[in-house]
């Protein structure tokens, strides 16, 4: 479970199975909430705050990172869910988290997907979906993380309705 905390995300549950292979966070990890990767958090937000919170990020937002959040937000409202699937560029570095603090994110280990063909292999590696409080605005996202593999675009929106319904 992901809180936003400002220009940040914390992570302040998780849960993980004996058998879990995959990254998990550790609770209270606090990570920078980078654009391309908001969606969810500003999914039903009325413009002026996504705007705002665009306008408090240092560094600033590229145009590529304005789009890509546009590109989430509406991806979010057509299927309830955000996802990234791992860069397959060459040459990246898996160890290192300096893309965290980069503007840019062309070179990122994660890539959002902001287009699903259910007959398409992803490299997925992690769902969320916003979680909605009592004035149907975004408590927090809970989501999963740490496949291996690739998946079709028709399991991803299998696992996308199930992480929703739960």
């Known amino acids: 479970a992901a809180f936003r ?3 940040d995300v914390v992570i302040r549950e998780r ?11 550790p609770r ?3 990570l920078p909430l980078l654009p391309q990767f908001a969606g969810n958090f500003f999914v039903w937000a009325p413009q ?18 304005r789009l890509a959040l546009d590109k ?3 991806f979010v409202r057509k299927y309830g869910f955000l996802c990234a699937e791992r860069n ?9 988290t300096q893309w965290l603090f980069d503007n840019a994110y062309a070179d990122a280990p994660l890539l959002p997907i902001f287009e699903l063909d259910p007959d398409a292999r992803y490299k997925l ?6 979680v909605f409080n009592t ?3 975004v408590e927090f996202v809970m989501g999963v993380q740490g496949f291996n593999g690739e998946y079709s675009g028709a399991k991803i929106l299998s696992i996308g309705q199930r992480v929703r319904e739960a």
């Open 125 to 130: 590696s992690w769902l969320n979906a916003p």
């Open 48 to 65: 002026a705050e996504v705007k705002a919170w665009l306008g408090e990020l240092n560094p600033p937002a590229s145009e590529n990172q």
């Open 5 to 7: 905390e400002g220009k």
């Open 72 to 74: 989430g937000i509406a």
């Open 135 to 137: 004035e149907r605005s």
């Open 28 to 30: 209270g990890t606090r």
């Open 88 to 96: 397959t560029r060459e040459g990246l570095d898996p160890r290192s």
């Open 15 to 25: 849960a993980s199975a004996v058998s879990h292979l995959g990254f998990s966070m």
